[in-house]
């Protein structure tokens, strides 16, 4: 693990090929992508990404895309562009770099994300909700954590995501993303900065962005933004997967990812 330039902390894996470089989503950590990565470092250079307030990099007293964007853009070489990957508020970030940073990326996958505001954030409101009643109290077990989520977050494999965020501070537990300003700028967090952006040309190299056949995230409905900004876009939904399509189909995913990169 190291820190980096941006303040950013990083993993490495794989020492020869080109560069691959992966963001997490809310709630995420670098490390959620080590299995993925992991089977890509035999041929790439794999950078697994804590993004801003997540994992083990910095806080900050605002969200922001752009600013989110441009620190992982200081990770980035116009000398050595990468393969950016990014699931959801990791792919709206990598989107936004590739906008704004094009000479730093050399393809771009989009996982799970499209380049719109969302509406409904009231389930992320409702996990935050609940972590943030546990935050600071008697670090007991893990078990006893579990317990005190189930009621308000019933889902065991999402239960089970958060907790990875869940650690020790001396006797008290507490969570490693900035909970309380990612709650209240969830709005941002749902968001697509267009205005912000402006009138950016179109991202121009290739981009393969990929759905859960079973979420709601990529529509068809998000398809000409997608095109408009992404022309060289191909779009690949795998099968009984939801938002997580990472996580909950680990072997296509990577078999998927595997050929755009290679």
Request: hydrophobic share 40%; net charge negative.
């Amino acid at each position: 693990m190291a820190d980096t330039s941006s303040g950013l902390s990083t993993t490495e894996l794989g020492e020869q090929g080109s560069r691959v470089v992966f963001c997490h989503g809310l709630f995420g950590q670098g490390k959620n992508w080590t299995q993925v990565g992991k089977a890509l470092a035999e041929r790439h250079r794999v950078t697994l990404v804590d993004m801003p307030d997540h994992g083990r990099s910095p806080w900050s007293e605002r969200f922001d895309f752009l600013a989110v964007a441009d620190q992982v853009a200081s990770l980035l070489s116009a000398d050595d562009p990468v393969a950016l990957v990014g699931h959801s508020l990791g792919g709206k970030a990598a989107m936004v770099v590739a906008l704004r940073h094009p000479e730093l990326v050399e393809r771009l996958c989009v996982v799970d994300v499209s380049p719109v505001a969302y509406a409904n954030t009231g389930e992320f409101r409702g996990y935050m909700d609940a972590m943030l009643e546990l935050e600071g109290t008697p670090a007991g077990s893990r078990a006893e954590v579990d317990e005190a989520l189930a009621p308000h977050i019933p889902h065991p494999t999402v239960r089970a995501f958060l907790m990875q965020n869940l650690h020790r501070d001396h006797d008290r537990w507490t969570w490693r993303p900035n909970l309380e300003m990612l709650r209240r700028d969830l709005g941002v967090l749902g968001d697509w900065p267009a205005d912000r952006l402006g009138d950016v040309d179109p991202y121009e190299g290739s981009v393969l962005w990929i759905a859960g056949a079973s979420s709601s995230y990529v529509t068809d409905e998000y398809a000409p933004e997608m095109e408009r900004l992404f022309p060289k876009v191909r779009r690949v939904t795998i099968k009984d997967a939801g938002h997580w399509v990472h996580s909950e189909q680990p072997a296509v995913f990577t078999e998927v990812l595997r050929r755009f990169v290679d």
